[in-house]
């Protein structure tokens, strides 16, 4: 018997899930095809590493130019490709600067969504070809049951949850009116070392990484009583795979089940290179100090505020507690997470402080770094 590899389509391949599932698909013997969005600048860093010269025979993983925001394309490159599963995790994916860009967030994270089961439909691969939708616990916002589960109802409080909640809908839709096999996996916050530079988690590792090598002061942040359920995003894209292996489509809620203050976490950076931290004040006008110091390169003098709230970092409408219960992943999918959130600031922490080490060499060594925003 021939053995044929599956052949998996990913929009959103240059995000922290994209690579982390090219990573999983490529691992499992697929070919895999990513959609790149054509930049000023190269904008595939998270998959370099899995490039091949597509002069090379047996060539497993290829990108193509695409936007969610093209049917054309999308149609074109999925008649091109046939797969037999599409991941869309292509999305304007920062909650915050979805208020700034209300517009373009329902267009890319609503109905490119649409445009995706759309062209599977037409092109007739109804039967062949199995989708996963990036749904997310911003559905839930304004809280309505904890722990949040499959049947917990939505009550999104932005932009981007609203334009989610469309694409959750319109895939539960097609699954009905078509006999689709589409899945919206409702995934709570899941981080890495690959996570973006502005989202909470990996701004306070770089932040506290930096303080640590005296580049930065102070790591200035909005609220940090919101809490949420955070897991490693190598665990979550196994998850997402095993959501489209099952005899029938369904949707699954996708946590560790533990929820955290977004000042707790703070903490756990700090505490992971031996410092201590305790914060007082309130709201707008709390600030973090150090009450102790134990890192064995580094002293920093008892009371140094390292933290410091800043308004410009609020939301118009905030989702204050997420915390998810997985049960029905676990008992069908048999999915566990491995990494604790200990064994995320970990590896989180290790990677960034890693990075500036390396940008600490070489600005000594004269080489200019360019420095990203710190939104
Ligand atoms: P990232 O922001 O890291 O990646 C988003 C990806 O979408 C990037 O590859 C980005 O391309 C691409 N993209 C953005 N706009 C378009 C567009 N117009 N057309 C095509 N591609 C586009 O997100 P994550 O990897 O963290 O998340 C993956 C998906 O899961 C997203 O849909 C997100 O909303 C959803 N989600 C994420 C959760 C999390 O905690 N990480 C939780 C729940 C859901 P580029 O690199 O060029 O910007
Ligand atoms: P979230 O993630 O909005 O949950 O969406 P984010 O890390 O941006 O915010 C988490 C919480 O931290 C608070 N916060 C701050 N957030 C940011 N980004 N920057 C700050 O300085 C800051 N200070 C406090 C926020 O107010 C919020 O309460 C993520 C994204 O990956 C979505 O795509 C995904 O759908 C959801 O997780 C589940």
Redesign the pocket.
Same mark, same amino acid.
């Given at each position: 018997m021939i053995y044929k590899n599956k052949i998996a389509l990913i929009? #959103?391949?240059?995000?922290?899930?994209?690579?982390y599932l090219s990573e999983l698909l490529l691992s499992k013997g697929y070919i895999v095809h990513g959609? %790149? *969005?054509r930049?000023s600048l190269l904008?595939?860093d *998270?998959v370099d590493h899995l490039y091949q010269d597509p002069h090379e025979s047996n060539v497993r993983f290829k990108l193509h130019y695409?936007?969610?925001?093209?049917s054309m394309n999308i149609t074109r490159i999925i008649q091109e490709v046939q797969p037999d599963e599409i991941y869309?995790? #292509?999305?304007?994916?920062?909650v915050k600067v979805s208020f700034d860009t209300p517009e373009?967030t329902a267009?890319?994270?609503g109905l490119?969504t649409l445009r995706i089961l759309e062209a599977v439909r037409l092109l007739g691969l109804t039967e062949k070809t199995r989708i996963y939708q990036?749904?997310?616990?911003?559905l839930y916002g304004l809280v309505q049951e904890v722990p949040q589960k499959e049947t917990t109802p939505f009550y999104p409080r932005s932009p981007?949850g609203v334009a %989610?909640l469309y694409g959750y809908w319109i895939t539960v839709n097609y699954r009905e009116a078509y006999n689709m096999y589409a899945c919206n #996996?409702?995934?709570?916050?899941?981080?890495s070392p690959? *996570? #973006?530079e502005t989202?909470v988690t990996r701004k306070i590792t770089r932040a506290t990484s930096k303080i640590i090598l005296g580049i930065q002061d102070v790591l200035y942040i909005g609220n940090l009583d919101a809490k949420r359920d955070?897991g490693h995003?190598k665990d979550?894209v196994e998850a997402m795979w095993l959501m489209l292996q099952q005899d029938k489509p369904e949707d699954y809620v996708i946590a560790t089940g533990i929820t955290t203050t977004v000042r707790d976490f703070i903490k756990m950076a700090f505490s992971n290179v031996g410092i201590t931290l305790a914060f007082e004040g309130e709201a707008e006008a709390e600030i973090g100090k150090i009450v102790s110091c134990a890192h064995l390169d580094y002293q920093f003098p008892i009371g140094k505020v390292v933290v410091k709230v800043d308004a410009q970092y609020y939301r118009p409408t905030e989702v204050d507690l997420l915390i998810g219960d997985a049960t029905k992943c676990k008992q069908k999918l048999q999915w566990e997470p491995k990494f604790t959130l200990e064994d995320l600031v970990k590896d989180m922490m290790t990677s960034d402080l890693k990075l500036f080490k390396k940008e600490q060499y070489l600005k000594a060594g004269g080489h200019d770094i360019v420095n990203s925003s710190e939104e």
């Open positions: 929009t #959103g391949v240059t995000g922290q899930d994209g690579a959609i %790149k *969005r930049a904008n595939t *998270r695409g936007d969610l925001s093209d869309n995790l #292509g999305a304007m994916s920062h373009y267009n890319i994270d490119g990036a749904s997310t616990s911003e981007y %989610k #996996g409702i995934l709570f916050n899941h981080e690959l *996570r #973006g989202f955070w995003a979550y």
